[in-house]
């Protein structure tokens, strides 16, 4: 709970800072695409997903910006050697970005990201069992990423976060598991 206060508390300084500095309007808007996650140090190979949800992009500095997101994103992993048993680990995750735009239609981004697990299932073909015992209930990451705006309000986006919470719930002894995701998608700004 006091992470969640902690994000809101960080969101909404921003905003009144924002409101300050800043020549440019807040623009807001969707987003969505692919991750092909993983999660370290286990026996499983990359499984592809979809994200998406909504952001506000908030101009606090000529050539700066912060772009608080909430997104669902679907996580996992699949078995090695088979594509018939995957893990799917299911996130709302809220990455606060900060931009950079090194030139007029291209950004740089890097920041957190804090993310709820909503779900965890291990699949078998048609069967899944609900594997919520085994999985911490919160992760916290770092992202970097960079976007290029063809228009005003389309864009493309990529990203890479990188897990640092080990998801594993319960952990005897072993290294710890942790998720990263490699995102490309598409923006749409209002």
């Known amino acids: ?64 910006s912060v772009q608080p997101e909430v997104l669902y994103s679907g996580m996992g992993a699949k078995a090695k050697g088979s594509s018939d048993i995957k893990l799917n680990l299911d996130y709302i995750s809220v990455p606060v970005m900060f931009q950079y735009n090194a030139l007029p239609n291209l950004y740089l981004e890097a920041g957190p990201q804090f993310s709820f697990l909503v779900s965890s299932k291990v699949k078998y073909k048609s069967n899944s069992v609900d594997a919520n015992d085994g999985f911490k209930t919160f992760d916290f990451g770092l992202g970097l990423g960079a976007g290029y705006y063809f228009t005003p309000n389309i864009g493309v986006n990529v990203r890479y976060v990188a897990g640092l919470t080990d998801i594993a719930k319960n952990r005897i002894g072993g290294d710890s598991s942790k998720n990263g995701v490699f995102q490309v998608g598409l923006a749409y700004k209002f």
């Open 1 to 64: 709970m006091k992470k969640i206060f902690l994000g809101l508390a960080l969101t909404a300084g921003t905003l009144a800072f924002a409101q300050k500095t800043a020549s440019s309007p807040v623009r807001f808007g969707l987003k969505a695409g692919l991750n092909i996650s993983s999660v370290s140090n286990s026996d499983m190979n990359s499984k592809a997903g979809f994200y998406g949800g909504v952001f506000a992009n908030i101009p606090v500095a000529q050539d700066f």
